[in-house]
């Protein structure tokens, strides 16, 4: 029990903090996704920039799907043409 | 590029197979439910793309299975997050990880790799908390975990966003677009830049194509060699 403990606690200090090489990498990876980070100059990114930057994207990402599925729902709810009734086949059956 | 068409395919197919069995378990449903079934649908869809063991791949079916059943069996919104609260507390990991605190001295507090540490600590946190998942997950696998989510979120997205796109182009379409096969190209060229055309593309002719086939049987053998694409 003891030695699982303290197994625990070194393996959350240890590791606590986001190594700069592993920062480096996912600059590097998500240079390719994130516009924003793209016109930046490669070697004076921060750390908490990127992580930033990648929290706001996920964010956004997460609020557009949101709006999506409720976009799609309103869209599965009209009953009034012949069309609704189309889509609704094709993703409901 | 021949990677993420084939994701978003993948994604495609496996949506709408989850929405029809959503549909064929419970014949009504409002808006609201009907909302949540397409979200967890999607998320479920996105989760089992690619076939690869990630964390978030595993935290996130966990978390639309409890979803779901918390849909089916209560009607209202409070107490879901109660039965939810409840799991998250009696797993060990959360028992056994309390954060350290330790005391910095007042010069050290105020020095300016010490603040920029404390802010990366903070948005690593913060990152955490939105990766489903992320909380169990450790530093070195966070960022090829981040990776991959956004990866397939993006795929997600961009799959959803056609969808619906066209579909309510279809149902409603706007002056410029006019019905017009053609006319509908150039819209979504101009909204997309380009990209992603040919999915938006393919729905649009196949609803076309369902819709002229509705009135004559020739057009059934039609409807099933497309169909044999969304499958």
């Given at each position: 029990m003891s030695s699982r403990r303290s197994r625990s606690r070194q393996t959350?200090?240890?590791?606590r903090n986001i190594t700069d090489d592993q920062i480096h990498d996912l600059v590097s990876k998500l240079q390719q996704l994130l516009p924003e980070i793209r016109n930046r100059s490669s070697d004076k990114v921060s750390a908490s920039r990127v992580l930033q930057e990648t929290c706001n994207y996920i964010r956004s990402l997460h609020r557009e799907v949101d709006d999506l599925s409720e976009r799609l729902s309103e869209l599965l709810a009209t009953t009034d043409s012949a069309q609704a009734a189309i889509i609704r086949n094709l993703l409901m059956q | 590029m021949r990677n993420l068409?084939?994701?978003?395919?993948?994604?495609l197919r496996k949506w709408i197979k989850g929405l029809r069995k959503y549909n064929s378990q419970k014949k009504n449903m409002n808006l609201l439910e009907r909302k949540k079934a397409i979200k967890l649908s999607a998320d479920l869809a996105m989760a089992s793309t690619r076939n690869k063991a990630t964390l978030w791949r595993k935290?996130?079916?966990?978390?639309?299975?409890?979803?779901?059943?918390?849909?089916?069996?209560?009607?209202?919104?409070?107490?879901?997050?109660?039965?939810?609260?409840?799991?998250?507390?009696?797993?060990?990991?959360?028992?056994?990880?309390r954060r350290i605190r330790t005391v910095y001295k007042a010069?050290?507090?105020?020095?300016?790799?010490?603040?920029?540490?404390?802010?990366?600590?903070?948005?690593?946190?913060?990152?955490?908390?939105?990766?489903?998942?992320?909380?169990?997950?450790?530093?070195?696998?966070?960022?090829?975990?981040?990776?991959?989510?956004?990866?397939?979120?993006?795929?997600?997205?961009e799959v959803m966003r056609c969808l619906v796109t066209a579909s309510e182009l279809f149902i409603n379409p706007s002056p410029p677009v006019d019905g017009g096969k053609w006319c509908f190209y150039t819209y979504m060229k101009t909204m997309y830049r380009g990209k992603h055309i040919y999915l938006?593309?393919?729905?649009?002719?196949?609803?076309?194509?369902?819709?002229?086939?509705?009135?004559?049987v020739a057009g059934l053998n039609n409807?099933?060699?497309?169909?044999?694409?969304m499958n």
């Open positions: 959350s200090s240890s590791s | 068409s084939s994701l978003k395919q993948e994604f935290a996130l079916v966990a978390k639309t299975s409890i979803d779901e059943s918390n849909k089916n069996d209560i009607s209202t919104s409070s107490q879901p997050k109660k039965i939810r609260k409840k799991l998250t507390n009696s797993s060990p990991l959360c028992r056994k990880r010069k050290e507090r105020v020095e300016a790799s010490f603040i920029a540490k404390k802010m990366v600590q903070k948005r690593t946190r913060k990152l955490k908390s939105l990766l489903p998942g992320g909380k169990s997950m450790d530093e070195a696998c966070l960022v090829d975990e981040t990776l991959d989510y956004i990866e397939s979120l993006r795929a997600q997205v938006s593309l393919s729905i649009y002719i196949y609803l076309h194509k369902m819709k002229t086939s509705t009135q004559n409807r099933k060699k497309i169909k044999s694409y």
